[in-house]
């Protein structure tokens, strides 16, 4: 089934202790469709400047990604600078240029508006509404991705917008942030007051736990001896989990968990290597196989 995706689409400039790239395909949304197109088709809304040229856009092409909803204006598309320090932990931002992106309206083109799947990734929570507001059936499932920044500027807002989502994929800062409590179990409890009934907290080189009804499942980082770049890590794990939920077609225990392993083993692969490269290099069956090894690594006998 067709997933729907609005977020960032960048140019990133990186710097890791592997190397260093000016400028990069990058961007939440670009990074979470090339993941979940593995899995299911694509439906992407983002906005990029006329700097972004045709090579640019033959990444996405050939795969099941629809472009339709990639608006094209006049000036330079959004630009971030990151570096990490030598244990890859950290992350010090360098730049943050918004450029077309600080008057991102998004329009969902006319066959958009039937989505089942959909993802509202990391950018204000309004703009993420009004893409609700344009869709026109039920959803199965929405999923949403945000950060510190709109927690602590737009609280109201976005407490308006988690009423109208059921899956909330957020880092263990970000979980006590919006809860207001430590421990991340009672933080679970107070973030489904608000309206998630499944809660995803992203834990970088710790894996990941999913919080959903009367259950917790946890999902390792998967064992890499060399980490090149932690950019979009999280955000290919998003499109590998929402990827894979659309591609099952329903939500429940047993596919919400088989979307931990595939967000899992799709975050594992980008971090590879610089920006999206192992995004587009990647098939099927490399896939099959790290899912199959993430079922070794966790399972024993009582
Ligand atoms: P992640 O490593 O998962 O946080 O994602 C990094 C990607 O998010 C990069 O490719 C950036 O271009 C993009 N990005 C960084 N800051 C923002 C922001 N404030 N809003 C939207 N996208 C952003």
């Known amino acids: 089934m067709s997933l ?14 592997h190397g260093k790239v ?45 472009l339709s909803g990639l ?9 971030w600078a990151g570096r990490y320090n030598l244990n890859m932990n950290e992350r010090t931002t360098l730049a943050t240029e918004l450029n077309v992106f600080a008057d991102f309206n998004p329009t969902l083109p006319p066959s958009y508006c039937n989505s089942p799947f959909i993802f509202l990734g990391n950018i204000d929570p309004t703009l993420q509404r009004s893409v609700l507001k344009q869709v026109r059936c039920k959803p199965k499932a929405i999923g949403l ?23 909330l994929m957020i880092n263990d800062d970000e979980t006590r942030q919006l809860s207001g409590e430590h421990n991340l179990f009672r933080a679970a409890k107070h ?3 608000m309206g998630p009934r499944t809660l995803i907290i992203k834990r970088g080189e710790h894996g990941a736990i999913m919080v959903h009804n009367d259950f917790v499942f946890s999902v390792p980082a998967y064992p890499l001896e060399e980490v090149h770049d932690p950019t979009g890590a999280g955000d290919s794990f998003a499109g590998g989990f929402m990827g894979y939920l659309a591609s099952a077609g329903k939500v429940n225990d047993r596919t919400l968990r088989n979307a931990m392993v595939y967000g899992s083993v799709l975050g594992s692969f980008a971090v590879e290597r ?5 995004l587009t290099k990647l098939n099927r069956a490399e896939i099959t196989a790290r899912a199959r090894r993430f079922s070794k690594l966790t399972s024993f006998k009582l």
Request: net charge negative; charged share 25%.
């Open 4 to 17: 729907l995706v609005v977020g960032s689409v960048a140019f990133d400039a990186i710097e890791t202790p």
């Open 22 to 66: 000016d400028r990069t395909l990058g961007g939440a949304a670009s990074y979470f469709s090339l993941a979940a197109s593995h899995f299911s088709p694509v439906r992407l809304v983002g906005i990029v400047g006329d700097d972004f040229t045709a090579k640019d856009e033959s990444v996405f092409r050939g795969r099941r990604i629809d």
């Open 71 to 79: 608006e094209r204006v006049p000036g330079k598309s959004f630009f």
């Open 145 to 167: 991705d945000t950060m510190n920044y709109w927690i602590e500027r737009t609280s109201a807002e976005l407490r308006e917008t988690l009423k109208h989502i059921q899956i």
């Open 191 to 193: 973030i489904f007051k």
């Open 274 to 278: 610089f920006g999206v490269e192992r």
